[in-house]
C-alpha cells in the first residue's frame, strides 16, 4: 500500500487501499478490453510497464495514454510517494533560516495536509511554528514529531511535501513546468503577507549565524504611541521618503541604508516605536543583541547580510557591548579618529571595529533600516554614531504635558469618543468634557520631565476602569516613588560603603523598553 490512507469508515481506522504487486519472477501479461473496441497487453516488473495495443493504428496508443494522463490528473487518491530525486519534475528546497520557509510552512497549514498524521509535538510557545488545532487560532502549536511526507493538489496539480521538522521543507510538484513552483511560492508570499497585516512578526537569531525563531506579536496601532509632538510623525516620513527612493539612491551611488538611533531614559517608548513603525509600515523586525552568547564579528556580519531588505535591523541597548573609552587600555590600534582597545574583560565578543566595518560593509543589504537604542548615548563612540551609519538621532525624554494627558486619554477613550471605534467602555461613564477635564487635572498633578510613560502606565493600570480615582491618588503615587527614590540611593550608598546602616532592600518601580 503506498497510498494515503483515509478514515472513510468513520470509526477511527484506517481504511485498506489495495494495489497490484509487480512480480519479477512471473511477469505474466494482463489483457483487457478497452472501450470495447481495442485489445491492450499490460506487461507490468519492478522497473517498467509495458503496454501492447492490438492494433496497427498508433492513434489508439496514443489516445490510451492521454487518457490515462488525465485520469492522473484527476484522481482523487494521491499518486505513489517520490523517493529519491526526479530530474523530470520539477522541486524547491526551502531552509529554516530563509524567511520563505516561514512562508511556505504558513501556506501548508492553510491547505490542511495534516489530515494523516498521528505523531505530533505540541508546544505553547509563542515562537513555536507549525499548526494549530483544527485550524483554529489556538494557543497550542503542533508540528508532525519526525520527518514526514504529505501529498495534496494544488490549482490541479498534485504536490509532494517532504517535511523535515525545524530544518528543511521540500516541494515537489507532478509537473515539469517552472513556473508552477514559481506560482505556488508567490502563493504563500501573499498568504503569509495578509497575514502579517494584523502582526509584528520578529525575527531572533539561533545563537549562530542565522535567524532562526520567529515571535508574532499583535500589531500595535501607531495612533496609540505616545510621544512629544512631531517626533513620531517626522520618523515615520524620513523612513518612508527612505522607501519609495530606492531608485534615487541607485542613480546618486548612494548605498540604500538608513541608520537611526533611538535615545534616552528607560520606559519612554524606544522599543515600543519599533514595534509600532514596524506595524505601520508592514515591515518584520529582525532583533539582535550583541551581547548574546555566539554573536561575535563573524556571526553578526553574516546576520547583517542575510537581513532581508525592506525591514528593520533592531539593535537594542547597544551601548552594553562595549567598554567606556575611560576604561580602555593597551591601544592596538586606530581608526577615524578614535582609539580601538582591548580590555581583560569585555561584555560582547563583537569589537568596535568589527561593527563599524559590518555598517560600512559593500555586502551589507540595500534597503535595510538599522534602529539601534541606547539609554546612555554619551557612552558610545562618536565614531560608530556619524552619519553614514547612523543618519538619524532621536531623543527620548521623560513624559511632559501633552504626553501626560494624551496618556490619560489613551486609558480612559470615553464611551462615545470618535477615537475610540472598538466601544471600549473605559470612561467610567463619564462624558468626554469630563474626560478632558481630568486630563488636564491629571496632568497638572505630575512633574513634568520626571516620570516616564511605562511608570505613568503601570500607575493608570491600577486605576483601568476609575478615572477620577486614578486622578485624585496622584499624589500617594508621588509620595511613594520619592520614598523608593531615597531607598534606591540609600542602597547604592550600602553598596559603596557597606559599613552604613539603613532599611532593608525594597524593590523599586521603573519603567524600561
Same mark, same amino acid.
Given at each position: ?19 497490484? =504487486? ?30 501492447? =495495443? ?100 494544488? @490549482? ?26 514559481? +506560482? ?72 540604500? @541604508? ?68 575611560? +576604561? ?162 540609600? @542602597? ?13 532592600? +525594597? ?7
Amino acid at each position: 500500500m503506498d497510498r494515503d490512507p483515509r478514515f472513510k469508515s468513520g470509526d477511527g481506522y484506517l481504511d485498506a487501499v489495495y494495489e497490484p =504487486v509487480p512480480n519479477s519472477y512471473d511477469p505474466s501479461p494482463d489483457l483487457f478490453h478497452w472501450k470495447k473496441r481495442h485489445w491492450i497487453t499490460v506487461s507490468v516488473d519492478t522497473s517498467a510497464l509495458m503496454l501492447e =495495443v492490438w492494433s496497427l493504428n498508433q492513434n489508439v496508443l496514443d489516445d490510451f495514454i492521454q487518457e490515462a494522463r488525465e485520469f492522473y490528473l484527476k484522481r482523487s487518491v494521491p499518486p505513489p510517494e517520490i523517493i529519491g530525486s526526479d530530474s523530470l519534475l520539477v522541486a524547491g528546497t526551502f531552509e529554516s533560516d530563509d524567511i520563505s520557509y516561514t512562508w511556505i510552512l504558513e501556506y501548508l497549514q492553510s491547505q490542511n495536509i495534516m489530515t494523516d498524521v498521528v505523531e505530533f509535538n505540541f508546544s505553547t510557545q509563542q515562537s513555536a511554528a507549525g499548526w494549530s488545532p483544527k485550524g483554529k487560532k489556538e494557543t497550542i502549536h503542533a508540528l508532525p514529531s519526525s520527518s514526514s511526507v504529505h501529498r495534496f493538489r494544488w @490549482r490541479s496539480h498534485w504536490v509532494q511535501v517532504n517535511l523535515y521538522r525545524d530544518s528543511q521543507i521540500t516541494i515537489r510538484f507532478h509537473s515539469c513546468d517552472k513556473s508552477v513552483l514559481l +506560482d505556488f511560492i508567490e502563493a504563500a508570499r501573499l498568504k503569509y503577507n495578509e497575514a502579517a497585516i494584523s502582526r509584528v512578526n520578529v525575527h531572533l537569531t539561533d545563537g549562530y549565524a542565522n535567524w532562526g525563531r520567529v515571535v508574532a506579536k499583535s500589531r500595535r496601532s501607531f495612533s496609540t504611541l505616545i510621544l512629544p509632538d512631531g517626533i513620531k510623525e517626522t520618523l515615520l516620513a524620513d523612513i518612508q521618503e527612505f522607501t519609495e527612493n530606492e531608485q534615487w539612491y541607485a542613480f546618486a551611488g548612494v548605498p540604500h @541604508r538608513r541608520g537611526y538611533l533611538l535615545y534616552g531614559d528607560p520606559g519612554t517608548g524606544k522599543s515600543t516605536t519599533v514595534h509600532a513603525l514596524a506595524g505601520e509600515l508592514g515591515m518584520e523586525i529582525y532583533f539582535v543583541s550583541l551581547a548574546s552568547p555566539g554573536v561575535n564579528n563573524h556571526t553578526l556580519g553574516e546576520l547583517f547580510h542575510s537581513t532581508p531588505s525592506h525591514s528593520i535591523l533592531l539593535i537594542e541597548d547597544i551601548d552594553c557591548a562595549f567598554p567606556l573609552r575611560d +576604561d580602555l587600555s593597551d591601544e592596538v590600534a586606530s581608526r577615524d579618529g578614535y582609539r580601538e582597545t582591548e580590555m581583560a574583560e569585555h561584555r560582547s565578543e563583537v569589537t568596535l571595529a568589527g561593527l563599524l566595518n559590518i555598517l560600512d560593509s559593500v555586502v551589507s543589504q540595500e534597503g535595510r533600516i538599522l534602529i539601534a537604542t541606547t539609554n546612555h548615548i554619551d557612552q558610545l563612540d562618536p565614531a560608530l554614531i556619524r552619519p553614514g551609519r547612523i543618519d538619524v538621532k532621536i531623543k527620548y525624554s521623560l513624559a511632559v504635558d501633552a504626553q501626560l494627558e494624551n496618556v490619560f486619554h489613551r486609558f480612559y477613550p470615553g464611551d462615545k469618543d470618535p477615537a475610540n471605534p472598538s466601544g471600549v467602555q473605559s470612561g467610567g461613564g463619564l462624558t468626554v468634557s469630563e474626560l478632558e477635564a481630568l486630563a488636564h487635572e491629571f496632568a497638572a498633578a505630575i512633574p513634568h520631565s520626571k516620570y516616564s510613560i511605562a511608570q505613568l502606565q503601570g500607575y493608570l493600570l491600577a486605576w483601568k476602569n476609575n478615572p477620577r480615582g486614578a486622578v485624585q491618588g496622584i499624589p500617594a503615587w508621588i509620595a511613594l516613588q520619592e520614598m523608593e527614590a531615597a531607598q534606591a540611593v540609600r @542602597r547604592g550608598r550600602r553598596e559603596v560603603n557597606p559599613s552604613v546602616g539603613g532599611d532593608t532592600a +525594597d524593590t523599586v518601580h521603573g519603567g524600561d523598553d
